[in-house]
């Protein structure tokens, strides 16, 4: 066993002397602005759209009679009643996702204008799962394709 491992360490050492690294020669990969430089091109800005989901009104979560069962009478899943979600995008305000809809339509006219603009879709504090896809579910179906999230840490 100890010549083995006489000619495993052997061979390591070997190797690791005879290792040569890689270098590279005269390349440099580096995100260089595109505006500078013996071909400046203009670019034109982007304006992308936040979308704010804010809590008016937490309600009440109650069991939801259309999911009942024969173990579970009451309703197997809840729901909320009286909840109401505000939807804000820049100073204009929507009471729910269908006027959200109406306005994203006259936002971006053209199928390139949503495939470029991006969306960031800002969750508040109190804001549930549904509340966010039932919004998710409006910019899809607009075709919008760059679609980020973001958060706050308000209190």
């Given at each position: 066993?100890?010549?083995?491992?006489?000619?495993?360490?052997?061979?390591?050492?070997?190797?690791?002397?005879?290792?040569?690294?890689?270098?590279?020669?005269?390349?440099?990969?580096?995100?260089?602005?595109?505006?500078?430089?013996?071909?400046?091109?203009?670019?034109?800005p982007?304006?992308?759209v936040?979308?704010?989901?804010?809590?008016?009104?937490?309600?009440?979560?109650?069991?939801?009679?259309?999911?009942?069962?024969?173990?579970?009478?009451?309703?197997?899943?809840?729901?909320?009643?009286?909840?109401?979600?505000?939807?804000?995008?820049?100073?204009?305000?929507?009471?729910?996702?269908?006027?959200?809809?109406?306005?994203?339509?006259?936002?971006?006219?053209?199928?390139?204008?949503?495939?470029?603009?991006?969306?960031?879709?800002?969750?508040?504090?109190?804001?549930?799962?549904?509340?966010?896809?039932v919004?998710?579910?409006?910019?899809i179906?607009?075709?919008?394709q760059?679609?980020?999230?973001?958060?706050?840490?308000?209190?």
């Amino acid at each position: 066993m100890a010549p083995m491992i006489d000619v495993t360490f052997l061979l390591l050492i070997f190797f690791i002397v005879t290792l040569k690294f890689k270098v590279l020669e005269g390349r440099l990969d580096a995100a260089l602005p595109k505006d500078m430089g013996s071909m400046t091109t203009e670019t034109e800005p982007i304006e992308k759209v936040d979308i704010v989901i804010l809590v008016k009104k937490d309600g009440r979560l109650t069991p939801d009679p259309a999911t009942r069962t024969n173990s579970q009478p009451e309703g197997r899943l809840k729901r909320y009643v009286g909840r109401e979600v505000e939807y804000i995008v820049g100073t204009n305000s929507f009471p729910n996702a269908k006027a959200l809809s109406t306005f994203l339509d006259r936002f971006a006219k053209t199928e390139e204008m949503k495939e470029d603009t991006p969306i960031t879709l800002d969750v508040r504090k109190g804001s549930v799962y549904g509340d966010v896809v039932v919004v998710l579910d409006v910019v899809i179906e607009k075709g919008f394709q760059k679609i980020s999230f973001a958060g706050s840490f308000e209190e």
